[in-house]
């Protein structure tokens, strides 16, 4: 038996020694008597609205979700009104979110459950988790909360939580490491109180038990706590892998015509697919090479000298950041392009962009 089965089971036995497992306890105590975070999501039982929730949360921040939340049930009360919606009125309304593939699950979900399920959800793990867009974090959510079946939810709170209390020096980003954190978790679960116990848990990671400044000091678990004993709270969670961050260089050519400006829908599997955008060129520098200049003067018969002075803005993603410049071109007549389409400027605002380019439009004359 490895190593990593061996610690595992040490803690399982500790915790079947304990009466019905003693941080399960504490940790609904503190639930039911000190936990006063509003969520507009928390308590929900309709599973459209937890699956729209949790679909919003999958890389955003509880209180940045909360307005878009409140916006798409404004917008969609039901997963009927979300199914039949056009992708662009979707997509303009996730504008800001980010990760948008996201949003072309969820349309791509709303419609396979209006069109295969009448319009409700599956209620059961294996069910909710065949549906696009749903992993095993998204499916234990949705089960426990709107069906209160006896699956946990395992996100960073959850591994930050556990890694501490039980001082768990296994990587949690390793495969052993996420079958061991999906077994321990699981083994703590209440099944008769899974909506309980997986709203208490994530709740105390994002209140107490907190990434950078957990709070020690007033900490209901702190004095069963092993990482605080061994002051191995700041280090823990631990991941074995780091972020390697891919630089990219967006020359955008902003074209106007009298009125009109010229825009396209990025198509490709990349960055911000189904978005608007202006006519691009990808380079490795800021700075265009003499080809490069030659390229795009004769592609809109123009010479370079009108455009070398461009508004630059920054985006960071997860995994690449990316430098946009932005060339500010009014031509005297439409060049032939295709892939795209002349709008008039007072149009810009109703398509969905990346923020990258909403950051242009605060500095330019645009829209």
């Known amino acids: 038996m490895n190593s990593t089965n061996e610690q595992f089971l040490l803690i399982v036995n500790k915790l079947k020694i304990t009466e019905q497992h003693f941080f399960t306890k504490l940790l609904l105590n503190w639930h039911q008597s000190h936990n006063h975070r509003w969520l507009p999501w928390k308590g929900e039982t309709d599973a459209y609205k937890i699956w729209l929730s949790e679909i919003i949360l999958q890389q955003t921040r509880a209180q940045q979700g909360i307005a878009y939340y409140e916006k798409f049930l404004a917008n969609y009360p039901t997963i009927f009104d979300l199914a039949a919606a056009t992708d662009e009125a979707v997509f303009k309304l996730w504008e800001g979110l980010g990760y948008y593939n996201r949003c072309r699950n969820l349309l791509h979900t709303a419609r396979v459950v209006v069109n295969h399920f009448q319009g409700v959800f599956p209620n059961t793990y294996e069910g909710l988790l065949a549906l696009k867009g749903i992993g095993p974090y998204t499916a234990a959510a949705i089960a426990s909360f709107a069906y209160n079946l006896p699956h946990a939810v395992l996100d960073g709170n959850v591994y930050r939580v556990l890694a501490r209390f039980f001082a768990i020096e296994i990587a949690s980003d390793s495969t052993a490491g996420k079958q061991y954190f999906e077994q321990l978790v699981q083994e703590l679960l209440p099944p008769k109180q899974a909506a309980l116990f997986n709203q208490a848990i994530m709740d105390f990671g994002a209140t107490v038990c907190k990434p950078q400044i957990p709070t020690c000091g007033t900490c209901p678990l702190q004095m069963h706590c092993e990482g605080f004993a061994k002051q191995l709270q700041w280090k823990l969670p631990i991941k074995e892998k780091t972020i390697q961050r891919k ?56 010479r370079p000298t009108e455009f070398l002075k461009p508004i630059q803005v920054k985006q960071q993603l997860t995994h690449q950041q990316i430098t946009g410049l932005f060339y500010e071109v009014h031509l005297p007549k439409k060049p032939v392009l295709t892939g795209g389409k002349w709008i008039q400027r007072s149009e810009l605002l109703s398509l969905a962009f990346p923020k990258l380019i909403h950051q242009y439009f605060e500095q330019a004359s645009l829209p």
């Open 247 to 302: 630089q990219r260089v967006f020359h955008y050519w902003v074209l106007t015509h009298k009125q009109q400006v010229w825009v396209r829908q990025r198509t490709l599997p990349d960055v911000w697919q189904n978005l608007y955008e202006f006519l691009l060129l990808e380079t490795k520098g800021v700075q265009l090479a003499t080809d490069e200049q030659d390229f795009i003067a004769q592609q809109l018969q123009v």
